[in-house]
């Protein structure tokens, strides 16, 4: 199949770059089109229904030290991607599968059964929407997953304090707590977004737009917080430290509040040494040898329930830019997503 047109977002060399090239800025995305591509041996073409914008585009149109180096202007941006086969060389990957997996930001991509990260795609089971692959079974649910059973474990009785609750990697560990016997509490921006994680889940929220947010904290969690699961860093992370309870663990899985503009300093790092802290980070493309598993048991929690998914869908090929511009700047309720087909 090689007829037709691929519309595409490309990575753009912006004039409005700011804050020292940190930012992720309207500039970077360019509409392009080409033709669809023609598979070849070995190959499959996966059309898209859905991208996924997160921190992914930030870190591919920047560059991650040590991980990747930027993409050239030019190049076809990269992300989260939910679509299906629809040509197929490759007799692992037949035609029809629902896949998702890092692919080009087009309504068409090749892949070898690898994505760009170089890991294999991920089937979508049946009984699950396309959306969920994303979501609750893509890097959002999985990351929520890890960051509790794998590289914390809350205790029963324990208070869990997460940051982005409104997102799409803090809405599902805010379910997930509570499977440990624990109880969630939630940082958000705004009354709105605090009243809908509460339907969602979350015992006591905090709103970091108001003032004194340590005292916020402290009086949502007035035993102290035994766990931080933070995905957003900077003045959030310096509140829940002074906030911590003797032997508490902080987890980084995110920082959100960076990736926009310069890092800020952390002025209550002593309270990690008063108070005996551990504080720990994973990277998700670290531990690949665990999506498996635990995709597998949040299958098993969407289908049954025990998991509801918050989603902020966009729709439209046109809506790509500023959706994915949105989760840096407040702009996200839910899981964003950007429905193309």
């Not at 009984?127 to 029963?156: D, I, Q």
């Not at 300093?265 to 008063?274: E, F, G, L, R, V």
Request: with cysteine.
């Amino acid at each position: 199949m090689n007829a037709g047109t691929n519309r595409l977002w490309q990575v753009g060399k912006p004039n409005d770059d700011i804050h020292g090239g940190m930012a992720l800025v309207r500039g970077h995305f360019e509409r392009g089109e080409g033709a669809v591509p023609a598979v070849g041996e070995g190959q499959v073409l996966v059309r898209a229904e859905y991208f996924s914008p997160d921190a992914m585009n930030h870190a591919w149109v920047r560059g991650m030290p040590g991980k990747f180096d930027p993409l050239a202007p030019g190049t076809t941006m990269r992300g989260g991607v939910a679509g299906t086969i629809i040509a197929s060389l490759n007799p692992d990957w037949p035609e029809g599968t629902r896949v998702t997996g890092f692919l080009d930001w087009a309504d068409y991509s090749l892949s070898d059964g690898t994505d760009h990260m170089g890991v294999p795609l991920q089937r979508i089971p049946d009984g699950v929407a396309s959306a969920s692959g994303l979501v609750t079974l893509g890097m959002s649910g999985v990351c929520a997953w890890l960051g509790l059973a794998h590289f914390t474990r809350p205790r029963p009785g324990d208070t869990v304090l997460v940051s982005g609750a409104s997102g799409g990697i803090g809405s599902i560990a805010g379910q997930l707590v509570p499977l440990f016997g624990a109880r969630p509490v939630g940082i958000a921006g705004g009354a709105e977004k605090c009243a809908a994680a509460l339907a969602n889940g979350f015992d006591a929220m905090v709103d970091y737009k108001a003032h004194d947010l340590p005292g916020q904290i402290a009086k949502a969690c007035p035993q102290g917080v035994d766990l931080f699961f933070d995905n957003v860093g900077g003045p959030l992370l310096d509140a829940a430290l002074v906030n911590m309870s003797h032997y508490g663990q902080v987890l980084i899985c995110g920082g959100t509040a960076h990736y926009g503009v310069k890092p800020e300093p952390i002025y209550n790092h002593i309270h990690m040494a008063m108070r005996s802290l551990t504080m720990r980070g994973f990277f998700y493309f670290d531990h690949v040898d665990l999506w498996d598993g635990a995709r597998q048991r949040l299958a098993h929690w969407l289908r049954d329930g025990r998991i509801r998914e918050w989603l902020d869908v966009e729709e439209g090929f046109e809506a790509v830019p500023d959706a994915a511009l949105a989760g840096f700047h407040g702009g996200v309720k839910g899981r964003k997503l950007i429905r193309i087909a």
